[in-house]
């Protein structure tokens, strides 16, 4: 079971990533119906044959085989999860230790994540479903890896006083994370990601065109493919990103540097270098976002180290509460 929950663990991050390529490169509707594409399993081999089904939404084989390619590892990712909650119920009856209901809480989640995606196809991409998916994807992943630690069972030396000490405030800088990642996945269900090309804020007279009320909340339209907010509104949403990234940082650095303060232990020092590595490297893949205009391999390399330093801190969280 083992093995099945680290393959399931890294197809999870394979999902994650063909998941902000296919977001990225607006794939999102290159198949116009869910769960086949043009009411065929793979993508059809004419924009003739497409038509017959969906004459209103042509034929754009590139974006459909993004969108297909995603959902065959999405599907498989549901099987092998599928296959890790069998394994629990079957394992646990001669061996009583074997978690159970972390797998069944994975395998409620990932069926939930595959309404997520049929109702991503079906209500036009709105943000709301969007963002819900992509956190339905980084929950996954957490989970996966929760399960991967507690089946590994990893010694933990009792002499991390000082780290039981910073539980409080390692919980603290995951729930800022995830709010970050939350806000990240509102910017990107509403193409505000090129909104702000100004650096540490954004350009001009920023602070008189916020708006709030509107950058959160969702205005009718009959697709949300391109986005359907205002600039103003888009504007407002990458702000909250960019402030959200610098409260981020602070708040990590200020565990980083309390936790390398008080660390005693090899396995919580190498946590901790996890965590200072993701932190550094998101926040460079950030800026060569705005600098360079969101590169595509950029802004998908900050879609997989966000998921990263979001298991990095699990992995911390994790690591303390065993030590407690």
């Not at 996966?144 to 409080?168: E, F, N, S, T, V």
């Amino acid at each position: 079971m083992r093995a099945l929950v680290k393959f399931s663990l890294l197809l999870t991050l394979v999902v994650i990533v063909l998941g902000a390529y296919t977001r990225l490169t607006d794939a999102g509707l290159g198949c116009p119906d869910w769960p086949g594409c043009y009411g065929e399993l793979t993508v059809p081999k004419s924009a003739e044959q497409a038509a017959i089904a969906f004459p209103d939404a042509p034929l754009e084989t590139q974006k459909a085989w993004n969108e297909m390619i995603h959902r065959y590892a999405a599907g498989s990712l549901g099987l092998f999860i599928l296959a890790i909650a069998i394994s629990a119920l079957v394992r646990v009856r001669k061996h009583p230790e074997q978690p159970v209901k972390l797998p069944l809480l994975l395998l409620v989640l990932v069926i939930f994540q595959a309404a997520l995606g049929m109702w991503t196809v079906t209500m036009n991409l709105q943000p709301l479903i969007v963002m819900g998916h992509l956190l339905g994807g980084f929950s996954t992943l957490s989970l996966l890896y929760l399960l991967h630690l507690r089946l590994q069972r990893i010694h933990m030396p009792m002499g991390d006083a000082g780290m039981r000490k910073l539980a409080g405030l390692a919980a603290l800088a995951l729930l800022v994370v995830i709010a970050q990642i939350a806000l990240g996945g509102w910017v990107a269900a509403n193409y505000a990601a090129l909104a702000c090309t100004d650096l540490p804020f954004c350009e001009g007279n920023w602070t008189e065109r916020l708006d709030v009320a509107g950058a959160f909340s969702i205005p009718e339209a009959q697709t949300y493919q391109y986005g359907a907010h205002d600039y103003a509104e888009r504007m407002t949403m990458h702000v909250a990103h960019r402030l959200g990234a610098y409260v981020t940082t602070v708040v990590v650095a200020l565990l980083l540097w309390f936790g390398f303060a008080k660390a005693q232990s090899k396995v919580m020092r190498r946590a901790l270098t996890w965590v200072a590595v993701a932190l550094v490297v998101q926040l460079a893949l950030g800026f060569s976002n705005v600098i360079f205009m969101l590169p595509l391999k950029v802004a998908v390399a900050h879609n997989l180290v966000g998921a990263l330093l979001l298991l990095s801190l699990v992995g911390l969280n994790y690591k303390i509460a065993r030590n407690a």
